[in-house]
DNA sequence: ACGTCTTTGTGAACGCGTGCACAACCGTTC
DNA sequence: GAACGGTTGTGCACGCGTTCACAAAGACGT
């Protein structure tokens, strides 16, 4: 039995709300706050008390009844678990618009996401800086990869181009993918992809649009409707 | 009854699938495809036929038992049920790298959501030219969301500046919002907000690298791990 | 030391989404 | 017009995630 031994499986969903958590436990910590009940967090978070305990429960029995949780300990207990007690390199293909912001962001770096290298097919774009990084030809990706150990790779592209960042960034051995493009990119198993369509999103937002005018059409109605979302 | 009448209500995983599906079968349309079937199509958006097949029901019985479904009609019917059939007109508050990428992606107007202006509160910012439009003052906002009946705004502002810039857009009269800053924005009930946050979705990418490291350094051991995720 | 108060951790019920399996149905061929 | 191959639409069962409700447990005052 290893000391740092693999604990059971977090399910998706309370993945995706741990770095929520960690992000308002962190400004409370700021904020001087020492001890946080599962009722406040939930509040600040916009979801359920029981919830907040359950997802915080999966990574042990990290709370004291009758007093709440430490913020600080929390803090820590959800950065290991999320991978975030040391930095991850990540490289960015295609530096176009997205590609530009997204390097200049700087929320990336301010997280733990240090960007490795920005890379471009497009000689023109090749050796310009972008957020004081120089944009790099495609060939060195391999290169850069391997001697930065980056694990997680951003594709920036056009859509047509997505697929082909994709395999290059498998080829050099990446093995988690965040894509931009509005397209589905297919990958080996075992590497992770998510993706991120702003358009689809825009998308959703229209289609309760079209339902909000279409029920105040055919009747003078109040709908009261308590959609949300979380993330992915 | 009207002719146009609200339909039962779509679920939201399925709401989440339509735009991907629209997608592929506008792109099918392009190639020349007229016909397509649920496995075809399940296959592209790369998801159960058996899905595809239950969230087409949703919009009808649109389908030809024996054939498949007619590619150009079911690309009206979702883009109908979307709100895709008019356009959307969008505006975007923060004219930061992100604000200006998302200014000059193409892909919004494109695909019918058109950026009826971009706002920030930095004097320095406004009357800039971003993407070919000129950035203009927060407090032009009310009077070109009412002009142009702008009913979705895109968060872009810094975290801090978010609940404010979400404040004033409801305030303005939009009932969707579409959030890119790194925090919890809340608003009154009966407006839709969406929140898109990259550190997130880096921060689950690497939760899944770290069990990855933390699986082969424990044993060695082939890891078939299936997890995929679809925008939401 | 004991009782009270507060909050956690979790068993259990519920609801939504997914996937299987199949009957209903269309088009085509003989 | 009847039989057949193909595909849709959907009833049903299963599994995951959410929520309720409560027992277990620490802290604090008397």
Redesign the interface.
Known sequence: M?P???RRR?P?AT??R???Y???LSAQLDGGTSNLSSEELAT???VNAAKVRKDLSYLGSYGTRGVGYEVQYLVYQIRR????DHE?N?VILGAG??G???S?????TE???PIAGIFDIDPDKVDTLV?GVRVRPLDELAQVVAARSV??GVIATPPVAAQDAADRLVRAGV??I?NFA???V?AP??I?????????????????????V??AS?LRS???????????
Do not use: C, K
């Open positions: 290893s740092h031994r693999t977090i998706d993945v995706a741990l770095p929520i960690l992000q308002i600040l978070a916009g678990e999320l991978g975030l991850w990540v618009n997205l530009q912001a997204l200049g962001y700087g929320g990336f997280r733990g996401y957020g694990s997680i093995t988690s965040l509005p397209t589905l297919n198993l075992g992770t992809v998510r993706t991120v369509d702003m358009s689809v999103e825009m998308q959703i937002l229209s289609y309760h649009e079209q339902r909000r279409a029920a055919s109040v709908q009261a409707d308590g959609s949300r979302n979380q993330t992915a």
